[in-house]
């Protein structure tokens, strides 16, 4: 018996040494969101118009140094314009340059994973169970997706996931710890206009400090510190202190991207799009902040109401909202019993079984998601941009000043910059003033003296998909000159002899 008992527990001791070797729940579960993520982020591919400009800008940095006036349309030329996400403009041309576009895809779907990474650590660390973490982050994925991009908020969500945890775990007994914000900020605020979300997360933190309700209540001037520390720093970028109120403008839209901008518009819960922030609301709302700590049941509530003002706010209220719900879900769970101390065989056994199913769920994401060959996945996809119209267009004036749609303004630019062309607006709404925005829309839907207007603005070329008013008759009834049309866009010319050189 005692032979026997023996190679028992040696078999038992065997398990138990590979299990520890082995990915625990929680990890296996960040892989396959991750995995899903990328590639949804891979297939949704650079259809967002905002890549072109921001990739395009990214460029200009490299060679040129950063602008401090616009460079790439003739409305705006010679005016300031701050960059206050310059430093991920130059990343994200140097990932292009590195390793193309379908490699940026992968690095950006792999930061919003990041940002489910960290919010999942940070929970198992303070003692969530595996499934609470599941359930949670899996919610908050579902939010996200949407909304995965490749742009310079990614970034962003990535930060703010890292800014809760780094808050959740400062403590008075090591209060210097909290003078890390300062160089976090500094980083940020060269990132990302977002910092300014940021800033009012830790705005809320040091608010409940002083109040005595959060740990560094006793350390309340290291906290007060940093925070000062966070508001200098954030003025260190190229703008300088003016920098600082320019987020503003991107947190509150003029009232023409209010109109006109989808993303600025608060969700339509009719919309399937919208309906993961839906649950997320619920979901709030029931857990009610049971025991959780009082400055990230705040921030919460602050993420949902920035989510129900815009839409592109709904990631911010789920990377707000992830730890709250997990922390408030796994204290009503508290009361159960939890499964008794498995022998390791036993529980060597259940995570082989996690880790394959963790793996047919990654390779079915793969399989459904992603195309069969990578050479499928299009830098620049010929639908929605008018890619041949402004071929001809360059064809026929490569230095144009070209009235395009607002939503291919960033791409146009990435097509005509290199040549001397100029756009009238692109995706930078938060540098156009109210004025130039309105006179777009009144040359576009010729709801008012938009002849005088173009003739004011030098326009030369239009380019517009067919159903917009502008094309459908106006324009050439005034002596402009059809040059290019498709099914998505069309080319209308005010010097009808650039015909010839098409």
């Not at 400009?53 to 790439?72: E, K, Q």
């Not at 909290?178 to 206009?193: C, D, E, K, Q, R």
């Not at 350390?219 to 003025?235: H, S």
């Not at 839409?311 to 909202?321: C, D, F, S, Y």
Request: charged fraction near 15%; aromatic fraction near 10%; charge should be positive.
């Amino acid at each position: 018996m005692s032979s026997q008992a023996g190679a028992l527990a040696a078999s038992q001791d065997r398990a138990a040494l590979l299990l520890r070797r082995l990915p625990s729940p929680t990890a296996i579960f960040v892989v396959v969101l991750g995995v899903i993520l990328v590639s949804i982020t891979v297939l949704k591919g650079t259809r967002d118009p905002d890549y072109f400009w921001h990739l395009t800008t990214g460029r200009y940095i490299a060679t040129h140094g950063i602008p401090s006036v616009d460079p790439f349309s003739f409305t705006w030329a010679g005016k300031p314009w701050t960059l206050h996400e310059w430093l991920s403009e130059l990343g994200l041309y140097a990932v292009v340059s590195a390793i193309g576009s379908v490699g940026a895809t992968v690095v950006f779907g792999v930061i919003a994973a990041g940002a489910f990474a960290i919010l999942a650590a940070l929970l198992r660390h303070a003692g969530v169970r595996p499934l609470v973490i599941v359930l949670v982050c899996a919610l908050g994925g579902w939010v996200l997706i949407p909304y995965l991009t490749v742009r310079p908020q990614a970034i962003s969500w990535l930060l703010l996931a890292g800014l809760v945890a780094i808050l959740f775990l400062l403590r008075s007994d090591r209060p210097m710890r909290a003078l890390i914000l300062i160089p976090y900020f500094v980083l940020w605020a060269n990132l990302h206009g977002l910092w300014v979300i940021g800033l009012g997360v830790v705005g809320l933190y040091l608010l409940f400090t002083l109040f005595g309700r959060t740990p560094m209540s006793p350390a309340r001037g290291w906290m007060l510190a940093a925070f000062a520390g966070c508001l200098l720093g954030i003025m260190l970028t190229p703008a300088g202190p003016a920098g600082v109120l320019y987020p503003l403008r991107y947190v509150q839209p003029g009232n023409w991207g209010l109109a006109n901008i989808q993303e600025w518009q608060s969700p339509n819960f009719h919309d399937a799009v919208n309906w993961g922030f839906l649950t997320l609301i619920l979901a709030v709302l029931l857990n009610g902040g049971r025991l959780t700590p009082a400055w990230l049941v705040a921030d919460s509530v602050v993420g949902l109401v920035l989510g129900l003002a815009s839409v592109r706010n709904e990631p911010i209220a789920a990377i707000l909202a992830v730890p709250s719900l997990g922390l408030g879900i796994e204290n009503r769970l508290a009361g159960q019993v939890r499964e008794g101390v498995r022998r390791p065989s036993v529980a060597l056994g259940r995570r082989i079984l996690e880790l394959i199913a963790g793996a047919v769920v990654a390779i079915a994401a793969l399989a459904i998601l992603l195309p069969a060959s990578p050479v499928q996945v299009v830098p620049v996809p010929p639908d929605p941009y008018p890619d041949q119209a402004v071929t001809e267009l360059l064809r026929m004036k490569p230095n144009v000043r070209v009235l395009a749609e607002y939503g291919w303004g960033g791409y146009v630019i990435s097509r005509i910059y290199d040549s001397g062309g100029r756009v009238f607006v692109d995706g930078r709404n938060d540098m156009y003033s109210e004025q130039i925005l309105n006179d777009y829309s009144t040359i576009r839907d010729v709801s008012g003296d938009w002849m005088s207007l173009v003739d004011r603005y030098g326009v030369e070329a239009m380019l517009f998909p067919p159903y917009v008013t502008i094309v459908k008759g106006p324009a050439t009834s005034a002596g402009w000159c059809q040059a290019y049309r498709d099914s998505i866009a069309v080319v209308l010319v005010k010097d009808c002899s650039l015909l010839s050189r098409s």
